[in-house]
């Protein structure tokens, strides 16, 4: 094992109805306030002022993920209590996973399901989410045929949680992950929802009001799917969201605002890293495939010629300090990031489609056949083997992982860059916020940022030790709800502190004062193998050495590997 | 004009041309424009190219064709503006641009020129803002203009500013083109108007040269809007 699993424990339950640990539908007991599915008529006078006041301080939605904006105190006090002090993953096993994977149920797909999941055991993740693309074969054929396969691929590889989803087209907008905790209606929910809701099944997907409203709508039910318990629970996170501009900012907030529980985040960092591997050795395209330009009707018109490319390896959205993610953060609302394979079909490796399949007819192609010469002209790697996105669990098991990531307890990383990450938020009262939470204290108390990273210890799978060189922290203030629902800047976000870690290895403890509370802010980290450097789109006052935009048709991505974290707010009572 | 002396200066991050490459003059001959309700690129770079061909038989001259992003009723679309710089008269281009209405039938179309208009109510007033960001050269992505078929396979920076009607080449997220510095143009070429000049933004590439911005093929995406 070369990753820490915080409690030692690399051991799931692999029970997809795990009604007896108390799972449920994944919900934390959250104060209603905070709870953005129950209406304003719904609360109490006493918790609807308790909403006004959160909402006033532009933190309503933070807490309704975390819950630690009302009860910080008695969370710190239930984890000084129940967990490890001293354990370096922050209480929490840390599991590795991909949320976006497409099978030979995908009309650009190869794999069967055993061969995503196998590779994913091997390569060491602990949970994975199967995302075929929604489309009219898949409504109708692949969405239940490739249910079989992952109840098998449950069976065989016992160490690895295997969810089934879709890679929902969303109307009006790009694609995203949507996916279901497991049980006797996870087909049938999803159906319904392709049936109803994926912008190629419905031909919804052309950039219009209409459309935007009907993503939303969809979001709505599968709220509803959860709330009348036909499945445990429901996530659904926007993938690759800058690649041509499709997702507008009104629109990612849009779908954040009007289901906070549902729709949870975005993809840092794409998948398809190996597309810039230059040729011959690999397809010479743009790392992610994001080599798009704007289109005139379906793009949002504000985006600079820069959104369409990757940093790093990581979509603009995020990459950009100041940019985007970070003007929906500063709202104080949450937003996580996530990384993935979006495996469809593997760099070098020696296998082709079956031959002399019929998608169209059949919904899905025959089993791979091996080849000689390896695919050096395919853009991705499997699952595990390159992207990963670590989730923070209270417990083993499907609840717990869903539970996590709408927790933002979620880092990711790339080339598995480093080992663990423990990144806290501390008040000198003891209090404290993982990744995902909000410290709330009283003005004026003494915050610091207390970061334990576990560097790499083994080889990744290009067989080499990655070093981490640098750690940047990135503080933002929290300036409330937009007003602008297009708003992508956040002009009080910048990297306020850079750690030069190269040759440091085992752990590296660091404890970053953030000086006396007195207006709320956030922070978020990332590192960087200190490869490939560049002044920030925002400047060098905003971000003097950050991901380098990635040259076309040149891109080794071992070459260039970062781990972002998600944010932890700080905020005065 | 077009093999005059040419300066080239840097500026910033930017290379700029001081030259004589005709463009078309702010304020003053005629800018058609030309609405077919197109709503995918490539349909619009085939039309501009079909209408700048049919120009260019008619003595066009320097032949400009860009396109715009545009609404009509909520439908977003993409429209065209064109000038050439050696057509005799108003009436001959009308002629030239009325075949081209005819040979694109389709849901609707508006052709303006001048204070003549024909077509659709509502795309009069989205193809006055097209020819206007046309004749102005604020915005409008520049499918045909002087020089873009012939500076094909991997050219010079300087030599692309002097031998076509590009003003300035930028470099995405801040980088640094020289003189020197090497555009493998993939023979597509879509500089865009900014503000009076001709922009052609390009990013760093493999082998150390530039690419423009936008390819010829972007990665086929099996579930694309477009």
Same mark, same amino acid.
């Given at each position: ?18 009604h ?8 934390e ?22 909403r006004? /006041? ?15 904006? #009302?009860g ?5 006090a239930?984890?000084? +209590? ?9 209480? /929490? ?12 149920y ?10 995503? &999941? ?14 075929? =693309?929604?489309?009219?074969? =898949?409504?109708? #054929?692949g ?48 159906k ?5 809701y ?9 950039s ?6 009907l993503?939303i ?24 969201p800058?690649?041509?501009? /499709?997702?507008s ?18 993809e ?17 395209s ?9 289109d005139?009707?379906?793009?949002f018109?504000?985006?600079?010629m ?10 603009? %959205?995020?990459?950009?300090v ?14 996580? #990031? ?10 070098a ?7 002399n399949?019929?998608?169209? *007819? ?11 010469s ?6 991705? /790697?499997?699952?595990?083997f390159?992207s990963?996105?670590? &989730?923070?669990a *209270?417990?083993p098991?499907?609840a717990?992982? %869903?539970?996590?990531?709408?927790a ?7 080339? =598995? ?9 501390r ?12 410290l ?22 290009s ?5 981490? +060189?640098?750690v ?13 629902q297009?708003t ?31 207006d709320?802010?956030?922070v ?9 450097? +560049? ?15 990635d040259v ?6 071992w ?5 972002y ?9 | 004009?077009?093999?005059g002396s ?10 700029r ?5 005709p ?26 190219? $079909?209408i700048?061909?049919a120009?260019?038989?008619?003595g ?9 992003p ?15 710089s ?5 009436? !001959? ?18 052709l303006?020129?001048d ?16 020819v ?6 604020? !915005? ?7 020089g ?23 470099v ?12 493998? $143009? ?17 990013q ?23």
């Open positions: 094992m070369t990753h820490d699993h915080g409690n030692g424990s690399n051991h799931h339950s692999h029970e997809p109805h795990d007896s640990h108390g799972d449920g539908d994944g919900d007991p959250l104060a209603p306030a905070t709870d953005l599915s129950i209406d304003d008529t719904e609360l109490s006078p006493c918790q609807l002022g308790r006004r /006041f959160l909402r006033n301080a532009g933190l309503l939605g933070a807490g309704a993920a975390t819950a630690s904006v #009302i910080p105190a008695v969370e710190s239930a984890a000084a +209590a129940e967990r490890p002090s001293s354990h370096s993953s922050g209480g /929490f096993q840390w599991l590795a996973g991909d949320h976006h994977i497409h099978t030979q995908s009309p650009d797909g190869q794999y069967r399901v055993i061969d995503h &999941v196998r590779h994913a055991g091997a390569y060491v993740l602990d949970w994975m989410v199967i995302t075929d =693309h929604g489309s009219l074969q =898949h409504a109708k #054929i969405v239940e045929k490739v249910n079989p396969d992952i109840i098998a691929a449950r069976r065989e590889v016992a160490d690895v949680l295997v969810f089934q989803g879709l890679e929902w087209n969303i109307p009006s907008a790009e694609h995203g992950t949507v996916f279901v905790h497991p049980g006797p209606n996870e087909v049938a929910v999803l319904a929802f392709e049936n109803s994926d912008g190629v099944v419905t031909n919804t997907t052309a219009s009001p209409e459309n935007e409203t993503a709508t969809g979001l709505h039910s599968l709220k509803q799917a959860v709330r009348s318990q036909q499945v445990h629970d429901a996530l659904m996170l926007a993938n690759h800058a690649r041509k501009g /499709f997702d900012p009104h629109e990612i907030r849009g779908w954040r605002d009007a289901e906070p529980r549902i729709a949870i985040g975005m840092g960092a794409p998948g398809h890293q190996a597309a810039g591997i230059p040729t011959p050795d690999g397809p010479g743009a790392r992610g495939y994001y080599d798009y330009a704007p005139p009707v379906n793009s018109a504000g985006y600079p820069e959104s369409y490319r990757t940093f790093g390896g990581f979509d603009w %959205m995020t990459a950009t100041g940019g985007l993610w970070d003007s929906m953060l500063a709202e104080g609302k949450p937003w996580w #990031i996530t990384a993935n394979s979006d495996s469809h079909q593997i760099w490796d020696t296998s082709q489609r079956g031959p399949s019929d998608f169209t *007819d059949n919904g899905y192609f025959d089993d791979p056949i091996h080849i000689t390896p695919q050096l002209v395919n853009g991705d /790697f499997w699952p595990g390159y990963r996105t670590h &989730v923070g *209270d417990r098991g499907y717990a992982v %869903m539970r996590a990531m709408r933002g307890r979620l880092w990711v990383d790339h080339g =598995h860059l480093v080992n663990a990450l423990d990144i806290r938020l008040a000198s009262t003891g209090q404290e916020a993982p990744l995902g939470g909000v709330t204290a009283k003005r004026g108390t003494a915050v610091s940022l207390v970061i334990r990273i576990r560097t790499a210890m083994l080889p990744n799978w067989q080499f030790l990655p070093a981490l +060189a640098k940047d922290v990135i503080r933002g203030l929290v300036t409330g709800p937009v007003s602008d297009d992508f800047t956040a002009p009080d976000t910048r990297v306020v502190k850079s750690y030069d870690v190269s040759g440091m290895s085992d752990v590296i403890a660091l404890t970053y004062p953030l000086g006396r509370l007195v709320g802010y956030y978020r980290m990332r590192g960087s193998d200190g490869n490939r450097l +560049a002044v920030g789109l925002n400047g060098a006052a905003v971000d003097p050495a950050g991901p380098a935009m076309e048709g040149d891109a080794d991505p070459n260039d590997l970062w781990f974290t998600n944010p932890i707010w700080a905020v005065p009572t | 004009m077009r093999n040419i300066v080239t200066t840097v500026s910033g991050t930017d290379v041309a001081s030259g004589c490459i463009t078309p003059r702010r304020g003053r001959g005629s800018v058609a424009g030309f609405d077919v309700l197109t709503e995918l690129q490539r349909d619009a770079d085939v039309l501009a190219e $079909t700048a061909a120009i260019t038989a008619e066009g001259g320097d032949v400009f064709v860009a396109s715009h545009a609404r009509s009723d909520g439908h977003r679309h993409i429209a065209l503006s064109i000038s050439a050696g057509v005799a008269t108003p009436s !001959s281009w009308w002629d030239v641009l009325s075949e081209a209405v005819d040979s694109n039938p389709g849901n609707g179309i508006g303006a020129l204070d003549r208009y024909i077509g659709l109510p509502q795309l009069r007033e989205p193809l006055a803002d097209a206007q960001a046309h004749r102005t050269r604020r !915005s409008g992505r520049v499918i045909v203009f002087p873009c078929t012939t500076n094909a396979g991997t050219v010079m920076v300087e030599e692309l500013l002097a031998t076509s009607a590009i003003d300035r080449v930028r995405l997220a801040g980088g640094r083109a020289d003189p020197g510095s090497l555009v493998r $143009t993939r023979n597509f070429l879509r500089p865009r108007w900014d503000d009076g000049e001709l922009v052609l933004d390009t760093p590439a493999a082998g150390g040269a530039l690419v423009p911005f936008e390819t010829p093929f972007p990665t086929p995406c099996c579930q694309s809007q477009g």
